[in-house]
């Protein structure tokens, strides 16, 4: 059964620094792309970032050169390095993984697995 469990959401001032995790069972997980997606009340669910099998990353347009994604197969977990936080990036904070091939980057609707998410408040 797959499983993708979030945590280090939480409450952090304008301009502040958070790290998310997320770690993965159920499925072999080095075989599979991995990304993190946001979602705010009254929003599509939106990429912020992902990360593919052999560790390619791809940005959202509106996290670029602040976030940064990274993967332990290791420790089968993906980490998001959030930096220079803003109002705006205040949502439920959800792990997908997909299994797809043959394309780079994906799309929101390639991911088939998801986690119940973390929340991100940035406010002052």
């Known amino acids: 059964q797959v499983q993708l469990v979030e945590s280090g959401g939480g409450s952090v001032q304008p301009g502040g620094s958070l790290r998310l995790s997320c770690t993965a069972s159920?499925?072999?997980?080095?075989?599979?792309?991995m990304g993190w997606f946001r979602q705010a009340p009254e929003n599509e669910r939106e990429e912020v970032a992902t990360?593919?099998?052999?560790?390619?990353?791809h940005y959202g347009a509106a996290v670029k050169g602040r976030f940064t994604i990274s993967r332990d197969n290791g420790k089968n977990t993906i980490y998001l390095q959030m930096n220079s936080l803003r109002p705006e990036d205040t949502a439920m904070y959800y792990c997908a993984a997909s299994d797809r091939r043959g394309r780079w980057p994906l799309v929101k609707e390639d991911f088939g697995y998801w986690g119940q998410g973390t929340q991100v408040t940035v406010s002052s």
């Open positions: 990360i593919s099998l052999v560790g390619i990353p």
């Open positions: 159920g499925f072999t997980f080095s075989r599979f792309n």
